[in-house]
């Protein structure tokens, strides 16, 4: 399929703004340039609360989303925000938070974790696991049922939600029902067919964002740990059921679909789909992008199936 003509239009408009050299740009400057714009009433929910979350010689922030209708005790979902573990936070993501919690019918809570290169791998990581484990053990406080659990991320978040569910197997953590993988980071391989045919820059990510990114993440790109670069992992069995969405036009496309087959080949349960003419970060670009937000809600129906 053709680039979706919403998307066009959206990089026609990306395309005035001045080119980033990433040779250069620092992770404060590329942070400014990347402040979240208002382009119209966020989707409604319920309820939404921020809250500070007291962790091991630490305090993160987080934002608790209920939605319309959800119930006594409803299920709870872990959400983290991409932006290629250096920029992105409770801002940047609150529009598609809300749009999952609608679509799943769980509460959601939204982990703003530090951020790379202030923080490395694996501090981004703690954060987002002991978000979890607050989570579960501030369970009556939320409201929430804590025997129903999943974790969502797009981009940098679905590389750190597949992280979490693979550390709560091996910590003996918090049981999960399923993990939404939304066009997640997951190899620092560039040499990929879609980061060859998609990484010029004409679609949003580009191959050098993406060095840019993995070089202020972690110490050893050429050798990234296998909680980093998920498609290196040796041992993917029972782990949850999981949801991962690529875009047609993304670099990161094959290293989702090469992950999602790898959890399948460890015998977990995997629903894969390519959003036809889309790009990287469609699912945070729905405001401006209509023809993204079926994906979404897709995505969340199957959450709501998993936590049911």
């Known amino acids: 399929m053709t680039l979706n003509p919403q998307v066009e239009a959206l990089l026609g408009y990306l395309a005035q703004m001045p080119p980033v050299d990433y040779a250069t740009v620092t992770p404060q400057a590329l942070r400014e340039m990347n402040k979240p714009m208002q382009m119209g009433p966020p989707p409604a929910v319920a309820q939404v609360r921020d809250l500070t979350l007291d962790l091991a010689g630490r305090t993160i922030g987080a934002r ?121 980071v997951a190899d620092a391989d560039f040499g990929r067919e879609s980061y060859v045919a998609n990484g010029g820059g004409a679609y949003f990510l580009s191959t050098a964002m993406m060095q840019w990114f993995w070089a202020h993440y972690v110490d050893d790109v050429a050798a990234p740990h296998a909680l980093a670069a998920l498609v290196r992992h040796d041992d993917l069995t029972g782990l949850p059921s999981a949801t991962v969405l690529v875009a047609q036009y993304d670099p990161l496309r094959d290293e989702g679909l090469a992950y999602a087959e790898a959890l399948r080949a460890a015998g ?21 992008v209509p023809d993204a937000l079926p994906f979404i809600d897709r995505a969340g129906a199957k959450l709501k199936a998993a936590l049911a």
Not at 271 to 279: R, S
């Open 64 to 184: 608790f989303y209920v939605p319309e209708g959800a119930g006594e005790n409803p299920p709870l979902v872990l959400f983290y925000h991409g932006g290629g573990w250096v920029i992105g936070d409770l801002e940047s993501h609150d529009a598609t938070a809300r749009a999952l919690a609608r679509a799943s019918g769980a509460a959601v809570l939204a982990v703003d974790y530090r951020l790379a290169p202030e923080t490395k791998f694996p501090g981004p990581l703690d954060d987002c696991y002991d978000a979890l484990l607050w989570a579960v053990a501030h369970a009556a406080d939320l409201g929430i049922d804590a025997s129903r659990l999943g974790v969502a991320g797009d981009s940098a978040g679905g590389n750190l939600a597949a992280a979490v569910a693979i550390r709560a197997r091996d910590e003996a953590g918090p049981k999960l029902k399923h993990q939404l993988l939304i066009y997640p």
């Open 268 to 288: 977990v349960a995997v629903d894969t789909e390519e959003a036809p003419g889309m790009i990287h970060g469609f699912a945070s670009m729905f405001e401006a």
